[in-house]
């Protein structure tokens, strides 16, 4: 364990202990406080540590089942010739953006690939490095390139290139932190607006953020502002054919967002026996932006993006779906087994 490595001197019980505190202490920051500074984040090693022992193989599950979708249900496609380029904003310690490399990988996709990971953390970005070059046979023939920037401020410069992928895996929302920002939701609203132009043709924009109702909804909302003001460009998902999201649309209490099964890691479950957290499940909200037209999936019922739980009952499995043409009213549908 990398903790044991860094501190030598403290027993594995107490760093358990160590790392349980900073996790309790990152939820209270996720949740409640909300102030994320380099300095609170991701400049202490116990901090990287402790979200690399909990919160990593989730973000990096999520990203999976984004980029998953984003490939087997949306049409995202390599490039035929040359390398597959992708930007990750708000990197962290690369939980999502080496969750792309893996998968494509995976798919046995042979295209080189470049991932540029953007975070105001240097130490987050010497640890993906780090990540990236021990664990070499997960993504082979791939190149990492780090570049410290604090999002709130992004540089002409960085609007040059052109990418595949863009990602912002749980980052985006971490731009409405409103200290020393006179409008937070401008500044997040700026940087959505500006990911469009650093897309190629047929590269897609995947969005993942935390489940909250005020950040799903906000996602949803800037995303389909986004998608508005500029007429080529299109809403992929959640839903279907450029649709945008009717819950947003209304300000209702419920609210679009994933819930999927993860199996957590044996760390992850060690750690979390005293803290009773639910770790079987990912939640996240999702939203894709890309310029290419929407893959048709039709415009019946029976294309629906499952937006309630799984009810089976009695051979009966019953669940309420929104379906691929727009209606404000969700569909309730039920099927037979
Ligand atoms: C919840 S973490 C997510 C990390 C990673 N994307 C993942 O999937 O696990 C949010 C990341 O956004 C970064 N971040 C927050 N505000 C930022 C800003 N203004 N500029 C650059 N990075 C920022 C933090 O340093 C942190 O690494």
Redesign the pocket.
């Known amino acids: 364990m990398e903790a044991c490595n860094t501190w030598p001197e403290i027993s594995e019980d107490k760093l358990l202990n160590l790392i349980r505190k900073e996790l309790v202490k990152q939820s209270d920051r ?1 949740n409640k406080f909300r102030d ?1 500074e ?1 300095e609170s ?2 400049k202490r090693d116990l901090s990287i540590l402790g ?1 690399g022992n909990f ?2 193989s989730r ?2 599950t ?2 999976t089942y984004a980029f998953g979708e984003a490939i087997h249900l949306r049409g995202w496609v390599p490039p035929k010739k040359g390398p597959i380029r992708i930007l ?10 080496l969750s792309c490399l893996h998968m494509i990988r995976s798919l046995g996709i042979d295209n080189h690939i470049q991932l540029e990971a ?4 240097s130490k ?1 970005l010497a640890f993906l490095k780090k990540l990236h070059s021990a664990k070499k046979e997960l993504w082979s023939d791939t190149r990492v390139t780090t570049t410290r ?4 401020y992004p540089s002409e410069e960085n609007y040059r290139k052109k990418y595949d992928l863009i ?5 985006l929302n ?2 409405l ?1 409103d200290k020393e920002q006179d409008d937070p939701e401008e500044c997040y609203k700026q940087v959505l607006h500006s990911i469009p132009a650093q897309l190629k043709s047929n590269g897609l924009a995947v969005i ?1 953020e935390p489940a909250q109702s005020n950040l799903c909804h906000l996602l949803q909302q800037s995303s389909a502002e986004v998608s508005k003001t500029d007429k080529d460009l299109h809403l992929h998902a959640p839903y279907f054919n450029g649709m945008q999201c009717p819950l947003a649309e209304s300000n209702s209490k419920f609210f679009s967002h994933e819930v999927r099964k993860t199996l957590p890691l044996a760390t992850v479950e060690k750690i979390n026996r005293p803290l009773n957290l639910e770790i079987r499940e990912v939640k996240f909200g999702l939203s894709m932006l890309g310029y290419a037209i929407p893959r048709n999936l039709g415009n019946s019922y029976q294309v629906c993006r499952l937006i309630s739980p799984l009810k089976k009952r009695k051979g009966t499995v019953s669940f309420i779906g929104m379906a691929a043409e727009k209606i404000t009213d969700p569909l309730a549908s039920s099927i037979l087994l």
């Open positions: 996720f994320f380099p984040y991701g979200y919160y990593f973000t990096w999520a990203m990750d904003l708000g990197s962290g310690t690369g939980a999502s953006g953007v975070d105001y953390s987050s920037l604090d999002l709130k990602i912002l895996g749980y980052s971490e731009l932190d993942t």
